[in-house]
Nanobody, 126 residues
Framework: QVQLMESGGGSVQPGGSLRLSCGVF????????MGWYRQAEGESRELIAS???????GYADSVKGRFTISRDTARNTVYLQMNNLKPEDTAVYYC????????????????????WGQGTQVTVSS
């Protein structure tokens, strides 16, 4: 059974930083794509960052230049470094993976992902 466990959420003032981590358990082979999406209250889900086994990354325009995704493939762990946080970044953040994706570039749709975690709350407020 595949399980994803996020950590690192919390409350921060605008301009602050947080680092999210996510461990993936129950997968016996390398995970083709790992990513993060978020969902603010009353809003739809937004894929914000993804990274392939080869280290190719993709970002939503809303976080480009402020967030950095990275992964430790050997440990099946993915990270999201979030800098210069803004109130509009307030949301529940979810780790997600695809066990079947095969394209070179990272996916742009959440439909490509097949497992996700329980989520961790990030609140940006003064």
């Amino acid at each position: 059974q595949v399980q994803l466990m996020e950590s690192g959420g919390g409350s921060v003032q605008p301009g602050g930083s947080l680092r999210l981590s996510c461990g993936v358990f129950g997968v016996q082979s390398s995970i083709p794509v790992m990513g993060w999406y978020r969902q603010a209250e009353g809003e739809s889900r937004e894929l914000i960052a993804s990274i392939t086994t080869g280290g190719i990354t993709g970002y939503a325009d809303s976080v480009k230049g402020r967030f950095t995704i990275s992964r430790d493939t050997a440990r099946n762990t993915v990270y999201l470094q979030m800098n210069n946080l803004k109130p509009e970044d307030t949301a529940v953040y979810y780790c997600t993976v695809s066990t079947h994706y095969r394209a070179y570039s990272p996916p742009k749709s959440l439909s490509e992902f097949d497992y996700w975690g329980q989520g961790t709350q990030v609140t940006v407020s003064s």
